[in-house]
């Protein structure tokens, strides 16, 4: 019952904060500053990076308009779930070796936890 309650407030308080056109900055946590430069989180907006909306849950290389490269295709029947992101985003490179990625991986395990459980919102 109460995790009901809570579970309703938090749709709410991000019904709002989505409208809200600082929401990206105040949702987002710190480590996800990192990922900015080349990833944007509206759907269908690729930067430098593919766009990051819905992808958690699907499989890699599926932003509509990107090109990837073909290391990365290579990896495209892989689902983007947790155990997965665990380990992309602390090692890029070692991951999926070759990909365009030019990022070296997020060091701290509470900055891939947090950046996870934001992907998780992205849809
Ligand atoms: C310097 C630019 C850059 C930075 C910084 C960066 N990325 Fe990326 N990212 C890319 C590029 C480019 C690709 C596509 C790789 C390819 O095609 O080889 C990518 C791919 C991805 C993918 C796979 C997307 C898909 O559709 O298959 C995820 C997930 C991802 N990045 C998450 C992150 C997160 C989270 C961060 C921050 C912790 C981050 N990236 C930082 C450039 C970047």
């Known amino acids: 019952m109460t995790s009901q309650i809570a579970a309703t407030a938090l749709a ?3 019904l709002g904060a989505t409208t809200a056109s ?8 710190k480590a996800f500053n990192q ?9 269908g907006k690729n930067g430098v990076g593919p766009s990051l909306f819905g992808i958690f849950g699907h499989k890699l290389g599926q932003a509509p308009g990107f ?4 290391a990365h295709l290579k990896f495209a029947q892989q689902t983007v779930d ?8 602390a090692d890029p490179k070692g991951t999926i070796p070759g990909n365009k990625m030019v990022f070296a991986g997020l060091k701290n395990p509470d ?3 947090a950046v996870i459980a934001y992907l998780k919102t992205l849809k």
Do not use: I
């Not at 600082?22 to 946590?29: D, F, G, H, I, L």
């Not at 947790?82 to 985003?89: D, G, I």
């Open 82 to 89: 947790e155990p997965f992101l665990t380990k992309y985003l």
């Open 12 to 14: 709410v308080f991000l």
């Open 67 to 70: 090109k990837y490269s073909e």
């Open 35 to 43: 990922c900015k430069a080349c990833h944007k989180v509206e759907a």
């Open 22 to 29: 600082t929401a990206m900055a105040q949702e987002a946590p």
């Open 111 to 113: 900055d891939v936890k």
